[in-house]
């Protein structure tokens, strides 16, 4: 059964800082890994899309990768703004079943 | 740009109330998805849908029930509302299972059972 963690759990950096968010998941044979963005008391966003052959996406400030071989994937926020500050969860899709979720990463910039 | 509604944002229920909770997507999405949001637990399934009328368990389907009888529509039914059923709810669609294909999420309904 795929499981997907995220670690750390919760950070705290300040405004301008440039920041690693990490994903790793347990079963390889996956279709996509995909970063979500979450604000308090609100749904959740998709920011990056990675397909399985691809290695990398990026968005604006936003960079993903995936090591499909290692089972793990990055979140790159370049010069970090306040307005970053919210989760961000990582999903895997495995194709023949719904997407899996980490618990997330609990991002706080500060000014 | 893809739509997805929930019916309420803040819901307040008593225990042994029936509660349905109702999501629709505006983009003829084939796959629609219940889950539910706790500190500490993430996000967790609770039924799912890949066609009209036809439903498969997630990961807690134990007290709630869903219907499908449109495909824009589906719906989630507390059929006793407990209190450890007090939560975030969130509705989600997407096209398909395949490479390319993301999931579009609701705004959330908070729900409280007193």
């Known amino acids: 059964k795929q499981e997907v963690t995220q670690i750390p759990a919760a950070l705290s950096v300040p405004e301008g800082e440039n920041l690693v968010l990490n994903c790793s998941f347990t079963?390889?044979?996956?279709?996509?890994l995909q970063w979500f963005r979450q604000d308090p008391g609100k749904g959740l966003t998709s920011l990056l899309l990675?397909?399985?052959?691809?290695r990398e996406q990026t968005s604006g400030r936003l960079n993903a990768s995936l090591d499909k071989s290692s089972g793990r994937s990055t979140l790159y926020i370049a010069a970090s703004q306040p307005g970053d500050s919210a989760t961000y969860l990582c999903?895997?899709?495995?194709?023949?079943?719904?997407?899996?979720f980490g618990k997330g990463t609990r991002l706080s910039v500060i000014a | 740009d893809v739509k997805v509604t929930q019916s309420s944002r803040y819901l307040v229920k008593r225990t042994g109330e029936k509660v349905f909770l109702e999501c629709v997507q505006d983009?003829?999405?084939?796959?629609m998805f219940w889950y539910r949001q706790d500190p500490g637990l993430g996000l967790r399934l609770i039924y799912f849908?890949?066609?009209?009328?036809?439903?498969e368990k997630g990961d807690i389907p134990e007290g709630y029930s869903v219907s499908r009888e449109k495909k824009e529509r589906f719906s989630l039914i507390l059929e006793s509302a407990s209190t450890n059923q007090t939560s975030m709810y969130l509705c989600?669609?997407?096209f398909g299972q395949g490479s390319t294909d993301t999931q579009y999420f609701g705004p959330g309904t908070r729900l409280t059972v007193l």
């Open positions: 999903a895997v899709n495995s194709g023949n079943t719904p997407l899996v």
């Open positions: 989600a669609s997407s």
């Open positions: 849908s890949y066609d009209v009328k036809m439903k």
């Open positions: 983009m003829d999405h084939e796959n």
């Open positions: 079963d390889s044979a996956i279709y996509n």
């Open positions: 990675i397909q399985s052959s691809q």
